[in-house]
């Protein structure tokens, strides 16, 4: 039995069996909002002027922060992210490729080929040169 026609056929889904997943959620926000307490009340207090600055790596400040930056680098961003979830899907099917068939098969397919057509509009259109 798989684990969607497990979840059609459960009839006895009621709100007490999600009880052990709230009695878990509950201790889980417990124990981080005591750790933050915690190390709030213990941790040290010290205030200093190097604390209080701004963290630079060693590298001298110059400029203001509010400069344009060039619109290329959150198309990147945009698309590794785009992409990085794109892959994302395959794994549900690495998990279940023997009880998809080929019908899951032929889908990953379609799924793979999509993505590729994706990717090659995106060079096409010249998202990825940083000739400019």
Known sequence: ?????????????TAANYFPIGIQLIFAAGFVAAMLALSAWVGPKRKTSDKLETFTSGIATHGDARQPIAIKYF???????????????????????????WDGFLAVLMFVAFFLIGFIYIIKKGALDWED
Not at 1 to 13: G, K, V, Y
Request: glycine content about 2%.
């Open 75 to 101: 198309l990147v961003a945009i698309l590794f992210v785009l992409f990085d979830v794109e892959v994302i899907f395959f794994y549900p099917y690495a998990i279940n490729f023997r009880a998809l068939g």
């Open 1 to 13: 039995m798989n684990l969607i026609s497990f979840i059609l056929d459960a009839t006895d889904n």
